[in-house]
């Protein structure tokens, strides 16, 4: 079985990988990654529908859900973790889930990626509705526990992606959109964490930040629903007020103060010159729209 598939082949570029000076073998490294944007443009026909489909999950108050195993999983839960501060989600909107659990995040639960009822009832206990999205990711394309969950998927009704490394994947035939990204030989054989990891990454931040933009987390290419948790997103916050209304770093501290720390009021706020409950009545109206909030503007 796994000699059939690419990503578990040897790279003839790299035989005598264990002989090659520092430098030869970041140059190896270095060219094989530049494989993978390549790779990944053949897939953006795929790629879009899973963003549409996702954008609609969120429209229709369902999730994005990552499943995988291994690297796979620990990839989806980065992703997943990652657009709470950046756009503001719930820790609900975007899920990742890890064969094995949180504990498979630093160490390997022998076993659980073999386990496809297993995949089933991870799903199974956040109550997942045909509203949601999920998404399988194995580099292979043939792991049990994620086949298992997709499988359990598309019994709820949900719209199921699989994105994995490999052409004509055995988990490709259990979702609704198959993503098949071929990276081909690792430098260091069957060391999917390199270009195949690269490649899922890639994509995860496609489909993320693609979906975000579409229901309105982004201004310009701006990030204004970003959540200020800390002082440097305090402070990246009114850098993007500063960017999107070009006022000065002060004018954009007093109304990122007076919008009670929400980006988006006070970009409408200093562009509309109207006041907060205002500005977050129409940003409400435009469904989190900042262009849409803006309309009276160019009127």
Do not use: W
């Amino acid at each position: 079985m796994f000699e059939k598939l690419g990503t578990e082949t040897r790279n003839q570029k790299t035989m005598a990988l264990d002989q090659m000076s520092t430098r030869e073998i970041l140059q190896v490294m270095n060219e094989e990654d530049q494989r993978v944007p390549q790779a990944i443009l053949t897939q953006l026909p795929h790629i879009e529908i899973a963003v549409d489909r996702v954008i609609e999950s969120f429209r229709n108050q369902g999730r994005l859900i990552y499943i995988g195993a291994g690297t796979s999983g620990r990839l989806g839960i980065l992703d997943a973790v990652e657009c709470v501060p950046t756009f503001s989600a719930s820790p609900e909107m975007v899920r990742g889930i890890i064969a094995g659990g949180l504990k498979a995040l630093t160490n390997a639960v022998e076993g659980a990626e073999d386990d496809e009822e297993l995949g089933k009832m991870d799903l199974a206990r956040i109550h997942l509705s045909e509203r949601d999205t999920v998404i399988g990711l194995a580099a292979s394309g043939r792991t049990p526990y994620v086949i298992g969950a997709l499988a359990y998927a598309n019994s709820r009704g949900a719209t199921t992606v699989s994105i994995s490394c490999n052409p004509g994947s055995k988990m490709s035939a259990y979702s609704d959109i198959a993503i098949e990204v071929e990276t081909g030989p690792e430098v260091l054989t069957g060391s999917t964490r390199l270009k195949a990891g690269t490649a899922q990454k890639m994509v995860l931040n496609m489909i993320s930040t693609a979906a975000m933009v579409g229901i309105g987390k982004v201004y310009q290419n701006l990030m204004v629903d970003v959540q200020p948790t800390n002082n440097k997103l305090k402070e990246r916050s009114k850098r993007i007020i500063m960017e999107a209304t070009g006022v000065d770093y002060e004018t954009a501290g007093t109304y990122f103060e007076k919008a009670d720390h929400q980006v988006k009021t006070a970009i409408v706020m200093l562009l509309l010159d109207c006041p907060k409950k205002e500005a977050a009545e129409k940003i409400k109206r435009s469904k989190g729209f900042v262009r849409e909030a803006l309309s009276d503007l160019r009127r």
